[in-house]
């Protein structure tokens, strides 16, 4: 599960300072899109779980991050590779499409 939470303070360390891929979902409780997208982001974070660290953002508490990442509409998943975003895939998409930026992700 991506019981990772990201906020304003971690994020720094979490994200940014991470060597690796991280995918961060950017999320907040009213929103329906965002609920639906959850547990797929959850299954996501079991199936590639060693390889990806996978987390959450809640904008209305984490409102720097979001920002400081233009993000305008939820969700949006963001991709990093070595703290930097790669990929930002905004609105509910299927897992599917999720998994593929993550293997491509992988291999970049």
């Known amino acids: 599960?991506?019981?990772?939470?990201?906020?304003?303070?971690n994020f720094k360390q979490e994200v940014l300072e991470d060597n690796g891929s991280v995918i961060v979902d950017f999320w907040a409780p009213w929103c329906g899109p965002c609920r639906a997208v959850s547990p797929v982001i959850d299954e996501l974070a079991k199936e590639f779980a060693g390889k990806v660290k996978v987390g959450k953002l809640n904008v209305d508490?984490?409102?720097?991050?979001a920002s400081q990442y233009n993000v305008m509409s939820i969700p949006s998943v963001v991709f990093f590779k070595n703290g930097q975003p790669i990929r930002t895939m905004v609105g509910a998409q299927n897992?599917?499409?999720y998994k593929q930026e993550i293997e491509a992700l992988l291999t970049s």
């Open 95 to 97: 897992k599917e499409d």
């Open 1 to 9: 599960m991506a019981d990772l939470n990201f906020t304003d303070q």
């Open 61 to 65: 508490e984490n409102s720097q991050t």
